[in-house]
């Protein structure tokens, strides 16, 4: 037998997932997440879980992993030091930058110029010139590139950057640094620009170039890290890495280009996401991932997830494609907090996370979080994980008790106002991903997964207006299910920077053929036969004298005018204009995606509507404003057909479900909930 395990790594709780690649059968688990080294929460997991399913180390053939190890290395600024090799004269290309600045009018006087991931002293010049026709202007001095080099090892540098002007044009002269390189400072890893990201644009090559340094000695070491660990179990299963762009990539390539897993962790649930929307027949889904510590939330349109070209993590924006991802900080460990200043409540982004956790996790927490408020108000039973987790309601009222008495409220409108603030921060989020983009929410259903999600999923649904709210099997389990189901992706990309008066169908399909086919070897070169494949084909429009491009995703043979069809109706849709002028091919990308996993959603039995058989015990929550009877029902004994109408909670191993006053939820044949007012 063959096995493929998922494993997502969160701020709270790692999550992971066995599928029997024949059957489609899954296993399980939740266990606490290791902040201080990720990796020890993934092996000692992948072990119990393996362990309680009695499934031999040597039957996994897959193991594929979502982390967060490079974002939290950008976020918490523990980077490498990073030296940067430029053409001559363009050295101050970092501390130049762009002239966008975030926020309002005059943001420009308060707004700090975030530090460069490469510093000054630490970037040298190589005498040497690519025209942009891709001509050598003037000839790499190699003797005087040694000599630069020796202010790098003076530096202490960890990782090196070669971004040399129009190398996307031609490579010849970064390819050549980088020898030299490794000649000169021997076991210090060097990213080319010419291979992170060969296009036009040379602050954001330079950029995406050293930010795929600054986190490549992190990356590669706990990649390394879990290879061994691996080896020592005893597996020989092949260990994959989720891309931000929902794709999964090598263990090898991870170490080359981690830049590309910044958004590796939230584009697992979004992965997950899209399998269910396919078993449920919604094409159209808002996502709703919260977690312990963030919430993440996507837009699905026609079962496909949108796609951005760039990846931000905190004040870093770089030229990486990632889904369209929004993260708030908020959470089921949010923080409750009243200001002296303000005396007006705040929850988040400060999480108690893992350690030591809410209050109710007995662990010493004492502040007050989002998961103390749910406790209070009786919405969170006390046992969680299948009983093997005991929350501790009393501490729970204890902590949010001091809220209460801040801001003069009763305990449960105290807790109330926790829960129905976080639930406004979301409500932005998905704003964000939905109104603020041409997109109307009653358009969509909601899906809620994570730990928490399910639990606010109800709310979100009443403040978007999108129904219905589905919340799938393991909901808090489901980026594991992303990671095993999602298929092995390699991209390559050109530079085109042609109107399309100047260009021709057949120039375009030229470039396109030559990208196929490197893609395609490349995943052969992974073991995926040409016939396995699938291809996917994107190119970046604009119209003429526009600064910023709008990425298209177009199908193969699809001629130019086709493609400024597509591209003025989704402008006119982000925008709400056209222009009259031409439109320009500036990129153009081939993506291979591999085999897609032998996965079949399980079909449960069928019920009568009545989930009496599913009533664990009589329970009462705080809800619209006072106490109300409510029941809690064991979520595995639900049967197709079933319809639990709220007040209800709905338990499970992994997560717990609220169905609002008003509102029903009915149990499809793939055991999703779907929660629509009554």
Known sequence: MSYRLGVDVGGTFTDLLVIDDETGRTFRDKVPSTPHDPSEAVIAGARQLCGRAGIRPEELALFLHGTTVATNAVLEHKIARVGLIVTEGYRHVLQIARSLVPGGLAAWIVWPKPEPMAPLEATIEAPERIGADGRIVRPLDEAQLRLNLKRLAEEKVEAITVCLINSYMNDAHERRVAEICAEELPGIPVSISADILPEMQEYERTLTTVANSAVRPTVSRYVGNLERELTNWGTPAKLSLLR????????EKSRNAPVNLLMSG??????GAVWIAKNSGHPNVLTLDMGGTS??????????????????????????????????GAGGGSIASVPEL?????????????VPGPAAYGRGGELPTVTDANVVLGYLPENLLGGTFKLDREAARRSVQTVADALGLSLMEAAAGIVAIVNETMYGALRLVSISQGYDPRDFALMAFGGAGPLHG????????????????????????GDATTRLRVDAQRSFNKLVTQTSDAEVGAVIAELAAQVTAE???????????ELRFEIDVRYAG??????????????IADLTARFDAEHKRLFTFNLGVPQELVNIRVVALGKAANVEAERIAKGDGNPITAKVRDHEVWMDGAARPAVIYDRSKLRAGDVVPGPAIVTEMDSTTLVHLGHAATVDDFGNLLINPA
């Open 523 to 533: 995943l052969e070169a992974e073991g995926v036969a040409a016939a396995d494949q």
């Open 342 to 354: 303000t005396r007006a409540l705040r929850v988040g982004p400060q999480s108690a996370g893992a």
């Open 458 to 481: 109800n709310a979100m649904g009443t403040l978007m207006g999108s129904w219905p709210v589905i919340i799938p099997p393991s909901p808090g389990v489901l980026c594991a299910y």
């Open 295 to 328: 919430t993440d939330v996507a837009l699905i349109e026609d079962y496909q997830p949108r796609l951005r070209r760039e990846t931000s993590v905190g004040h870093l924006t770089v030229r990486a494609s990632s889904l369209d991802v929004k993260t708030v």
């Open 546 to 559: 526009q600064a910023f491009e709008v990425p298209l995703t177009v199908p193969r043979g699809a001629d």
């Open 266 to 271: 939230p584009a697992g649930g979004v992965a």
């Open 244 to 251: 931000s762009d929902g794709g999964l990539m090598s263990a």
